[in-house]
Nanobody
Framework: QVQLVESGGGLVQAGGSLRLSCAASGGTFSSLSMAWFRQAPGKEREFVAL????????WYADSIKGRFTISRDNAKNTVYLQMNSLKPEDTAIYYC?????????????????WGRGTQVTVSS
């Protein structure tokens, strides 16, 4: 069973940056596709970004394209989300998730393992 732990959230002003990390353990990280989702209060969980096991395939939600970058370091069993030009509407709990195959799916039900999330708050 893969365990995922997110970190790096916090409070930032609009226009600022944050880098989230998700550390994985208990599985073969280098074989997993990894994704970031977010959930704002009163809203459904929303897909943010996806990266294949090698890092060679990336997919982003239109709402964050050009501002966020997903990356991974398989030697450190960690996936990152660099968030720039943050907006108040980016405020949410950010979760990382994993699945064993790579396909472009934004359905949370297609991801098997989840972290507990890290809060990101962007003030205006």
């Amino acid at each position: 069973q893969v365990q995922l732990v997110e970190s790096g959230g916090g409070l930032v002003q609009a226009g600022g940056s944050l880098r989230l990390s998700c550390a994985a353990s208990g599985g073969t990280f280098s074989s997993l596709s990894m994704a970031w989702f977010r959930q704002a209060p009163g809203k459904e969980r929303e897909f943010v970004a996806l990266i294949s096991w090698s890092g060679g395939n990336l997919w982003y939600a239109d709402s964050i394209k050009g501002r966020f970058t997903i990356s991974r370091d398989n030697a450190k069993n960690t996936v990152y989300l660099q968030m720039n030009s943050l907006k108040p509407e980016d405020t949410a709990i950010y979760y990382c998730a994993s699945r064993t195959i790579y396909s472009r799916t934004d359905n949370p039900n297609d991801y098997r393992n989840w972290g507990r999330g890290t809060q990101v708050t962007v003030s205006s």
